[in-house]
């Protein structure tokens, strides 16, 4: 009886580690994104003075923070990241290289993962509804507003997501279907804006 007492003991102990642990590493993954968007919002020499990147800075790839992006009404706010290798994506939003840079008149492409142990990132970007805001905010810290206009479920290489544009466009996507398509929305955006010094014109 005693046995069994202790057998259920270590059960229930498990149960908690089990379901704590996955919860430890979200908040704490939750955290360090916090620590990006308030670095990226700091001057660019404040806190520079010491070199950059030392072994007791967690932010490991916080050089390559290139913006902010923003989409209010999915609560969304995550750093955007130069590339999209791993480590970019496991991190934040990651800014294909290949397409023209963020707030730049072209066809800007951003990916982010689909319910990554990470981080939530693009996981609720298929909820988003036609007309809603995205906001950018690149390492100048020039803000621009998009609305989104388009979405499709589309293949993984289909060219509708990387082609080229003339006109200032924001392409976002994240994997569908169990990682056999792509989720992509194309934002256009809200002004007109200034493609040297991104004011309204």
């Not at 704490?28 to 404040?46: L, P, T």
């Not at 060219?159 to 929305?185: I, M, N, P, Q, Y």
């Amino acid at each position: 009886m005693r046995r069994g007492r202790k057998t259920e003991i270590m059960l229930v102990v498990l149960g908690i580690v089990l379901i704590a642990v996955p919860f430890y590493i979200h908040m704490k993954e939750e955290r360090r994104i916090q620590q990006y968007v308030e670095e990226f919002g700091k001057e660019e020499d404040e806190g520079k003075e010491n070199g950059s990147k030392g072994e007791d800075n967690p932010l490991f790839l916080e050089e390559d923070v290139i913006g902010i992006i923003e989409i209010p009404s999915l609560d969304l706010k995550y750093p955007i990241f130069e590339g999209t290798g791993t480590g970019q994506l496991n991190e934040g939003i990651g800014h294909m290289e290949t397409t023209v840079p963020l707030c730049k008149k072209g066809n800007c492409v951003l990916a982010g993962h689909n319910g990554s142990r990470r981080g939530v990132y693009f996981t609720t970007l298929c909820n988003v509804e036609l007309g809603a805001v995205v906001r950018i905010t690149n390492k100048e810290k020039e803000v621009h507003e998009y609305t989104i206009g388009e979405m499709r479920v589309v293949n993984p290489y289909d060219s509708w997501v990387t082609e080229e544009a003339d006109t200032e466009l924001l392409t976002l996507f994240t994997c569908a279907g169990h990682g056999t398509k792509r989720f992509a929305v194309k934002c256009v955006p809200i002004k007109d804006y200034n493609v040297e010094g991104g004011n309204a014109q």
